[in-house]
């Protein structure tokens, strides 16, 4: 059974940090690139950072671009967002998702959430 | 980049069949045959429900639909049924600096 499951969520204050991860099972890992999507409150969903499967590339939407890195460890079948610099609207859920192809994410996480506030 | 445009909101009755537009530019859902579109629970993980303009994946039922002409890609739901109430987002990929966008969303209610 495919798993992805989020976690590190929480509240944190603007300018703060917070590192998510999201861990895969059920399927192999190595041989999916990955993704990172977040729905604000009330709002659609939001695509905002992929690495490919060996982590060879990284490409990052421009909200969080400077802001965020993705990383991966195949070793463990584990991807992480590093958030640095957190602002209010980056308050949201966020997903985790593995692709076979570009844009078609076969699987999805429930998602971590994230609230930024002081 | 902007978001896709989908209508915020569409509604049918059960056994029906409803469209969900979805409308980028030439530079995103006209440049490329990768759409796809997802079905959201809130609370949940969204599903794959179409890639690649028209695909199914396997277990998705063959009442779910897609299509593309020029700018806009389409999701149809015939024979609607009370589980397929749900939020639905298209997906594009969008070139090599973009990468993939979504659709704002559309609320499906099954009346």
């Known amino acids: 059974q495919v798993q992805l499951v989020e976690s590190g969520g929480g509240v944190v204050q603007p300018g703060g940090s917070l590192r998510l991860s999201c861990a895969g099972s059920g399927f192999t890992f190595s041989g999916h690139s990955m993704h990172w999507v977040r729905q604000s409150p009330g709002k659609g969903l939001e695509w905002l950072t992929f690495i490919r499967y060996d982590g060879s590339d990284r490409y990052y939407a421009d909200s969080v671009k400077g802001r965020f890195t993705i990383s991966r460890d195949n070793s463990k079948s584990t991807l992480y967002l590093q958030m640095n610099s957190l602002r209010t609207d980056d308050t949201a859920v966020y997903h985790c998702?593995?692709?076979?192809?570009?844009?078609?994410?076969?699987?999805w996480g429930q998602g971590t959430l994230v609230t930024v506030s002081s | 980049q902007s978001a896709l445009t989908q209508p915020r909101s569409v509604s049918g009755s059960p056994g029906q069949s409803v469209t969900i537009s979805c409308t980028g530019t030439?530079?995103?859902?006209?440049?490329?045959?990768?759409v796809s579109w997802y079905q959201h629970h809130p609370g949940t993980a969204p599903k794959l429900m179409i890639y690649?303009?028209?695909k199914r994946p396997s277990g998705v039922p063959d009442r779910f639909s897609g299509s593309k002409s020029g700018n806009t890609a389409s999701l149809t739901i015939s024979g609607l049924q009370a589980e397929d109430e749900a939020d639905y987002y298209c997906?594009?990929?969008?070139?090599?600096?973009?990468?993939?966008?979504f659709g704002g969303g559309t609320k499906l209610t099954v009346l």
């Open positions: 690649d303009v028209s």
């Open positions: 997906c594009s990929f969008a070139g090599s600096y973009t990468i993939l966008i």
């Open positions: 998702a593995a692709d076979t192809a570009m844009g078609r994410f076969d699987y």
């Open positions: 030439n530079s995103d859902v006209g440049a490329y045959n990768y």
